[in-house]
């Protein structure tokens, strides 16, 4: 499976993660069952509200699975219209999330969950 996390910067499992997924300035991808890392920059980081296309942030990469601190409803109606799946994370570097995801920790975000605002703490 691989899991995207929308992160602060390109550090590998260290990465710190984005409280939102649109404005994240990186997204490091995680295969599970290979165990293999990739940085994807975020080059659509600067989007006005409501107008985040998931697809284009991720460079064209289709995860399986975000696992997103904070993330608005359109994102979020897309994402899953593309079969992936949404999930929160509460962690601070990715490595932490990696764990909660094993662990079996991560819920399914549903629209209540979403963001109302880029200038909420979600």
Sequence with gaps: M??????MEDNG??????GHFGSAPWFIAADTDTN???AVPNRY?????????PLSALSGFK???????GIGPGAINKLHSMNIKVLRVQAATVKEALEQL?????????L????????SSC
């Design 13 to 18: 499992l260290e990465s710190r993660l984005s």
């Design 102 to 110: 094993s662990a079996g920790n991560l819920p399914e975000m549903t």
């Design 45 to 53: 980081k600067v989007h006005e509200h409501g107008q985040c296309n």
């Design 63 to 69: 995860p399986d699975v975000v696992a997103v601190q």
């Design 36 to 38: 293999e890392k990739q």
């Design 2 to 7: 691989i899991v995207c996390f929308p992160a």
């Design 112 to 119: 209540d969950d979403a963001c109302k605002s880029h200038g």
